[in-house]
């Protein structure tokens, strides 16, 4: 009888130790996957799951490498990643075969079978990207009665409309002009920059409208508009100069009015499109004016003032957001420039991206668009030689796709950062290890890292004072995914 009262208080309170063992706070096992790509290994987006649990950290030593990741803290709200179909992307894509036109499509704006592009951008006339010079009125046809995108409607409308099913119709376009037609400006050109007259701003600022009513008209939405490609650049391709006083006034008195009389003011107006270096004091100087920033959705810009230096001008981008946070900050373009097929796999092309989009997004960055999708085995086509790289590139002879390391680099961001995500802190206490992170609406956590050192590191990856070890290869970028 002892024996049977002592067997079942020991199995009661065993019973009962487990139940409250059950109840105490043990740290917690999350569901991890880490997504790699590194150089001088075949992972390119690789998938793994990090089975281990985060255990409690204390105060960190300074020779401890570390990640910290605050979800408590968040800031700007993710709009999206994606890259430009240009005229040079959709006549590449036309001399594809129907299987690799669906691999492109897939490789891009599918979520699960390739990086989940959500962005496009596109040109209104033709840029340099173009294998002709165009428009799409009659010369000195103020009025735009001769107004047609029939040109549009052979390569590049296909394509967009191919992309926007490819997202299931979640693919946010907008537009930007090189350069009106030469006939409305002072160096009768649409090259070499000179300036829209002042007597063509109403017609100018129409002609936006009718671009955005005809692409409607063909299924294709518009999202937003920006007001010039690299408003301060004089290209021997098509280029129109604007100070920021001229584009503030041409803002305020023709094309703000003019959208919002076509009740188009949801459209997102974006200013200055061109680089880093000066959107501080462009920003400041066309937002001045609240008559001018009521119509502004976001400031645009590129990076091409600093290919040679480490130092890209990102504090400029923290000045502005700052200064204006209102506004929206958008990556308009960016590309690595002077193609040769010599160097299509070399590792700094995906760097470039990566120390981009990273510092970009800390910096308060909302949106993040790439140059051209596709190019062809030249870089082009291109009608003034102006040939660069993109993240994928079609060799049109063999029916081929070249994916470049820039493809996983860019991946590692848009496939798991959605729209509608908000930026939380991620600090690195190493400068080989760069890192942004941010949280989706679905409570998913996706911490980037970088490391562009030479060797090697494993580093703790801290959350609430619990962490867990990830090892980081030399020049990789990782997603941690929980």
């Given at each position: 009888m002892k024996k049977t009262i002592i067997y079942v208080l020991t199995v009661a309170v065993t019973l009962g130790l487990m139940a409250f063992v059950k109840q105490l706070p043990r740290a917690p096992k999350k569901n991890i996957k880490v997504f790699t790509t590194a150089q001088h290994t075949n992972q390119r987006l690789a998938e793994k799951n990090l089975d281990k649990e985060f255990i409690k950290l204390e105060q960190p030593l300074e020779t401890q490498v570390c990640i910290f990741v605050d979800p408590s803290k968040t800031f700007q709200q993710f709009t999206g990643i994606g890259?430009?179909?240009?005229?040079?992307?959709?006549?590449?894509?036309?001399?594809?075969?129907?299987?690799?036109?669906?691999?492109?499509?897939?490789?891009?704006?599918?979520?699960?079978?390739?990086?989940?592009?959500?962005?496009?951008?596109?040109?209104?006339?033709?840029?340099?990207?173009?294998?002709?010079?165009?428009?799409?009125?009659?010369?000195?046809?103020?009025?735009?009665?001769?107004?047609?995108?029939?040109?549009?409607?052979?390569?590049?409308?296909?394509?967009?409309?191919?992309?926007?099913?490819?997202?299931?119709?979640?693919?946010?376009?907008?537009?930007?002009?090189?350069?009106?037609?030469?006939?409305?400006?002072?160096?009768?050109?649409?090259?070499?920059?000179?300036?829209?007259?002042?007597?063509?701003?109403?017609?100018?600022?129409?002609?936006?409208?009718?671009?955005?009513?005809?692409?409607?008209?063909?299924?294709?939405?518009?999202?937003?508009?920006?007001?010039?490609n690299e408003p301060m650049a004089t290209q021997r391709w098509e280029s129109c100069i604007y100070t920021a006083e001229e584009e503030a006034d041409f803002i305020k008195t023709a094309l703000g009015p003019v959208l919002k009389a076509n009740k188009m003011s949801d459209k997102k107006l974006i200013i200055w499109d061109h680089n880093r270096d000066l959107i501080y004091q462009r920003a400041s100087t066309t937002l001045r004016d609240p008559e001018v920033a009521k119509y502004v959705w976001g400031i645009g810009f590129h990076w091409y003032e600093t290919w040679t230096g480490s130092d890209m001008m990102f504090d400029n981008l923290k000045r502005t957001a700052e200064a204006f946070p209102t506004k929206n900050l958008i990556f308009t373009e960016g590309c690595k420039e002077k193609f040769s097929m010599d160097s299509i796999y070399n590792w700094s092309l995906g760097e470039r991206y990566g120390l981009s989009m990273i510092n970009d997004f800390n910096a308060g960055t909302v949106a993040w668009t790439d140059w051209n999708i596709l190019l062809d085995e030249h870089g082009g086509p291109n009608h003034v030689g102006n040939f660069c790289f993109a993240p994928i590139h079609a060799n049109t002879q063999t029916n081929e796709l070249i994916y470049t390391n820039a493809y996983y680099y860019i991946g590692h961001f848009s496939k798991f950062i959605r729209p509608g995500a908000k930026r939380i802190i991620s600090s690195s206490n190493r400068t080989d290890l760069l890192t942004t992170a941010f949280k989706n609406t679905d409570g998913s956590v996706v911490v980037v890292v970088m490391n562009k050192g030479e060797e090697e590191m494993n580093y703790n990856l801290s959350i609430d004072g619990k962490a867990v070890e990830v090892q980081s290869p030399a020049h990789s970028i990782q997603t941690i995914l929980m």
């Open positions: 890259g430009a179909i240009t005229d040079a992307s959709a006549e590449t894509f036309a001399k594809l075969s129907k299987d690799k036109q669906q691999e492109l499509l897939h490789a891009y704006y599918d979520l699960n079978k390739g990086i989940g592009y959500s962005l496009a951008r596109t040109n209104m006339n033709s840029c340099d990207f173009s294998s002709d010079m165009y428009t799409y009125v009659a010369d000195n046809d103020e009025a735009l009665k001769t107004f047609d995108i029939q040109h549009d409607k052979q390569y590049k409308l296909p394509m967009i409309k191919k992309a926007m099913a490819a997202t299931g119709g979640n693919l946010n376009l907008y537009i930007s002009p090189w350069s009106p037609p030469a006939w409305m400006k002072d160096n009768n050109n649409m090259l070499k920059g000179g300036k829209l007259l002042k007597k063509y701003y109403q017609s100018w600022a129409n002609y936006y409208v009718k671009y955005i009513n005809e692409l409607q008209k063909e299924g294709i939405p518009v999202w937003g508009l920006s007001v010039q």
